[in-house]
């Protein structure tokens, strides 16, 4: 039997359920509940500026998605059409396709930590100095790139409906982990899914938790990749570098325009190349060290 291809509009047509849309007043419900907790035992976890600039970006990030869905649509989709097989829409294949997408969310998420051009798309998430619910709303505005590292799930031949779902459950799991409140969980859960522990050492500016814990709904990638650290005491929070404003455009921009200023200073198209796509740490580290060694020729002048 010759594999059924599909269109954008037959998609669309299909009116497929937007589980984060009906999700939404349960999570802005949540971190008000968790706002007003945090407030009344005096814990440090909100800061209202810091909140209604996530607020923002998270609304400004949805309406994007709505108005990018044909094209991120049209990318799986054309992926899809490429290959002669499927893999049928049952119980089981949602089970798979959640673990793949997962996968490749693992590999989308460590690029967008080791690599600067994709680091430029991520960081926006990184930027706030507190860790609670709200912060799962901060979503670059440019992360939409990212389609590119699910081609391979299209090409697994899921069925896109399948793929859709699933790919809307990953992104609503990352909700949850985003809290002080949850502590560690029972071990059989820790060892196996991403947990609000595993993701507050995620979101460290701490030196030994910088890169780590890159999964999304399962924390076995790390375990298997070599990235995983357990909490020990409690993260400190944001960049290593502060940004110091609560304005959405620079949250979503700065190191886009740090990329473009220090491409545009390159010396070389070496360095250039460097500067757009090295390690976003290394290039801070010899950033940091020529600034060091030119206060310190300043000095002995």
């Avoid at 709505?66 to 089981?92: C, E, M, Q, R």
């Amino acid at each position: 039997m010759e594999k059924e291809k599909f269109t954008v509009d037959q998609i669309l047509s299909m009116d497929l359920p937007n589980i984060i849309l009906y999700a939404a007043p349960v999570m802005l419900s949540l971190v008000a509940i968790e706002w007003i907790i945090s407030y009344k035992q005096k814990k440090d976890y909100y800061d209202s500026k810091d909140t209604i600039s996530a607020a923002v970006i998270g609304l400004v990030n949805v309406a994007m998605s709505a108005g990018l869905k044909i094209l991120t649509f049209g990318v799986i989709l054309f992926f899809y059409n490429l290959v002669p097989w499927s893999i049928p829409a049952t119980w089981w294949s949602y089970i798979l396709c959640i673990i793949w997408i997962d996968f490749w969310r693992y590999w989308a998420h460590r690029v967008g930590h080791e690599n600067r051009f994709w680091w430029a798309t991520h960081v926006t998430h990184h930027n706030s100095e507190k860790y609670n619910w709200s912060v799962a709303f901060r979503l670059s505005w440019t992360q939409h790139i990212k389609v590119i590292f699910f081609i391979p799930v299209a090409l697994t031949g899921f069925h896109p409906v399948v793929f859709f779902i699933c790919h809307q459950i990953e992104v609503l799991y990352q909700f949850w982990i985003h809290t002080e409140y949850i502590h560690k969980l029972p071990r059989p859960i820790e060892y196996i899914f991403t947990t609000p522990s595993h993701h507050r050492v995620h979101h460290s500016s701490d030196a030994k938790y910088l890169d780590k814990n890159y999964g999304s709904t399962l924390i076995i990638w790390d375990r298997i990749f070599g990235t995983f650290q357990p909490e020990e005491e409690r993260p400190k929070y944001g960049l290593t570098e502060p940004v110091n404003t609560y304005n959405p455009i620079t949250l979503n921009f700065h190191e886009w325009r740090d990329i473009y200023i220090d491409v545009k200073n390159s010396k070389s198209l070496k360095e250039a190349y460097h500067m757009m796509f090295g390690s976003p740490a290394q290039i801070a580290a010899e950033k940091k060290a020529a600034m060091e060694a030119a206060e310190q020729k300043k000095k002995a002048a």
